[in-house]
């Protein structure tokens, strides 16, 4: 990959950075168009020679962070900069040959503000386990800490699970899905699977990540078939039926859970269903 030297904004003498002229190379593209649009969404490729080893999805977030700052967009840190979308293409696609649209929400690999979402691996398990612990220790959850947090989130049932890698080698989210209790034969035409597992560090929160992972288990479950459903504890206020309603879940019924609070009281589950035509 070629420097960023030249794309380099301007410095004042009071130290303020001028970007007309980078902001001019990059609407080149836009004004060309025949209906430019009224907001300016600008687009930059990032590749390595063909002969370079390939690079992981942790190593090319690291290039593109570097590169927004380097041209003065996204400087480290400012959390006030513009916002961005990375996307990775898939390491056997052809050169200059995009992926369609559709792979801005479905594919593997989505960078924002530095994290990168992708299917976790059984070496991811024990830096899970350190961020449910941090998770544990601010919000309770989960509510009883589990006897073995490895098995609790690598349940029978598991179907798959995400992760929301962090900068800094840490994780910044987690999700799963896994069979529900009465799931139908993989002959039926209506098939459910249960999301779960759900959590975002303290330190990754007000970023989308949760957003990010439910949406990558939304359009994983409906690419197989499954309707989603999940339960939630029935809190006043909870941030989660919040955070669950407001994107599409249909509560559906509350039970009584049958287990209790570490004190011994009862514990009742909003239950929620997501068609996989609304992912």
Known sequence: MGGVDELQPATTASGRRVLRRLVELLEQPVVAGVHPPDKPVWHCSLHNHADDALLSDQQWARLAAEFRAGVGLVPHGDLGAVRWLGIRHGDDSPPRRPRPCSRLVTGENILMQHLIVRTRSAADLDRCVDALRVVHHADAYPLNWPADPHEWLTPPRLL????????DGSVAG???VQRTLNALASQAPARHAELSR????PAARRRSVASALVR????????HGYNLTLNVTDEHRSAAVAF???TGWQHSHTTDADWTTPDGQPVKLRHYILDSRDA
């Open 174 to 176: 987690h999700v799963a």
């Open 160 to 167: 798959r699970a995400w992760i929301a890698d962090g900068p």
């Open 198 to 201: 759900l959590y975002v560090t």
């Open 244 to 246: 669950y309603e407001a």
């Open 216 to 223: 990558h288990a939304r359009s994983w479950a409906a690419e």
